[in-house]
C-alpha cells in the first residue's frame, strides 16, 4: 500500500534539505563606493570653510548627503573626520576604500545578522592594518556605515527548487501481511489505516466514473430489452406509461441496490457482475 504519511515525511525532509537561493545584487558593490565617496566629498567641501562654527560645517556636511545615508553616520565620526589634517585625511579614504572594496568581493546575504558579521569583520580589519587606534576606530565606522548585502534571497528560486526536490522523491510503499487486522477494535484510525484500507479496496474517496458509465448502460441495455418484449408481447403494459415508470424503477432500485450491498459486505461487484445477477 501507499504510505502517504511516510512519503510526505521523505517529501518534507528533500524540501528541507534546499537552502536559501540568493541572487546577485547588481552593482551592489559600486553603490557602496559611491556611498562612501560621497561622505569624504561632503567632509571636504566643509573643510573649505574652516572659518565656520563646527555645527554649521556638520549641517552642511549633512545636506550633502543622502537621507539614508545621513541616519547611518554619526556626529562622532563627522566631527573626527572634520578634525584630521589633509595627509592623515587621505590616509583614512584611501584606506576605507581599500578594505570595503575587499569586503564587498565577499558575498554578504541579506540578513541583518549576516551583514553584522561582515560590519565585524571589516572593523577588525581596519584593526589590523592601522596601527593608530583612532584611525582604525574611524575607518571601521565608516565602513560600517556604506557596507551593504550584495545577495538577496530569491524567493520564487528558492520554493522551485524545493518542490523540484520534493517531485524527486519516490512514493513509499509497504506490504500488507495475509491475515493482519488493519484496524483493530476501538483503535484511533489514523493516515496509515486509511491508506492500507484503500488499497484492499474498502475506501474510495473517488467517483469511479467507469463504474457509473458501465451501470448506466447496463441498466439502459436492460430497459430497452423488456421494453422491446413487452411491446411484442404485451402491448397492454407496453401502452401503460406507469407501469413502465415503475418497471424501471425496479431495475435502477435492484441494480443499486446489488452494488451498494456488495460494498456493505466487503465484496466489490463489478459492472458485467451487477448486470449479470440484475437480470
Not at 501481511?177 to 479496496?201: C, I, Y
Amino acid at each position: 500500500y501507499l504510505d502517504v504519511s511516510e512519503t510526505e515525511v521523505r517529501r518534507a525532509k528533500a524540501a528541507a534539505s534546499v537552502g536559501k537561493i540568493y541572487e546577485i545584487v547588481p552593482g551592489a558593490a559600486d553603490q557602496a563606493m559611491v556611498a562612501l565617496n560621497t561622505i569624504f566629498a561632503a567632509v571636504e567641501s566643509a573643510r573649505g570653510n574652516p572659518e565656520l562654527p563646527l555645527e554649521q560645517r556638520i549641517r552642511r556636511i549633512r545636506r550633502n548627503l543622502p537621507s539614508t545615508l545621513n541616519a547611518k553616520v554619526s556626529q562622532e565620526v563627522l566631527i573626527s573626520l572634520l578634525g584630521l589634517e589633509a595627509g592623515a585625511l587621505r590616509g583614512v579614504e584611501d584606506l576605507s576604500r581599500h578594505i570595503l572594496g575587499s569586503a564587498m568581493t565577499k558575498q554578504i546575504h541579506d540578513d541583518p545578522a549576516e551583514l553584522r558579521v561582515a560590519q565585524d569583520a571589516a572593523a577588525a580589519e581596519a584593526v589590523r592594518l592601522e596601527i593608530n587606534p583612532r584611525k582604525a576606530a574611524l575607518v571601521g565606522e565608516l565602513v560600517r556605515d556604506v557596507l551593504r548585502p550584495n545577495r538577496i534571497y530569491d524567493v520564487k528560486e528558492t520554493l522551485s527548487q524545493q518542490e523540484a526536490a520534493q517531485d524527486r522523491v519516490q512514493p513509499v510503499y509497504m506490504p500488507i501481511s495475509s491475515g493482519e487486522v488493519v484496524v483493530a477494535a476501538g483503535e484511533l484510525v489514523t493516515q496509515q489505516h486509511l491508506d492500507k484500507l484503500k488499497a484492499l479496496g474498502l475506501r474510495n474517496e473517488d467517483i469511479d466514473y467507469r463504474s457509473v458509465v458501465s451501470l448506466t448502460v447496463l441498466v439502459t441495455m436492460a430497459v430497452v430489452l423488456v421494453l422491446s418484449y413487452l411491446s411484442a408481447y404485451y402491448p397492454g403494459i407496453y401502452r401503460s406509461t406507469k407501469t413502465l415508470f415503475l418497471l424501471s424503477l425496479l431495475a435502477v432500485i435492484g441494480t443499486l441496490a446489488l452494488r451498494v450491498s456488495g460494498r456493505v459486505q466487503g465484496i466489490n461487484l463489478s459492472p458485467a457482475q451487477v448486470g449479470s445477477l440484475g437480470s
